[in-house]
């Protein structure tokens, strides 16, 4: 008799890489345009039916920065992807 215990889910993978690292966008452009980079990144290679929490996670950051960002030419600053 063995036990086995599934892991976690693709969703609650990617809640867990990106939620918290979403909430300092607030204060920070530069942390913004990297996490949009690296969703980018990881757009490419994800099979389609692993896209939709990337996307929803692209989502969020766009409504963050727009919500967080006093000027609008901050807030296009920021949602450029720096590689």
Known sequence: MRLVRGG???????????EEIRWC?????????RLVAGLDDLLLPVP???????V???ALLVQTVQRT???????ECALLPDR
């Open 48 to 54: 389609e039916n692993r896209k939709k929490s990337l």
């Open 8 to 18: 976690p889910e693709w969703d609650d993978l990617v809640d867990l890489a990106f």
């Open 56 to 58: 929803r996670h692209c």
């Open 25 to 33: 966008v607030a204060g920070s452009p530069q942390v913004s345009r």
């Open 69 to 75: 960002m006093p000027v609008a030419a901050g807030r």
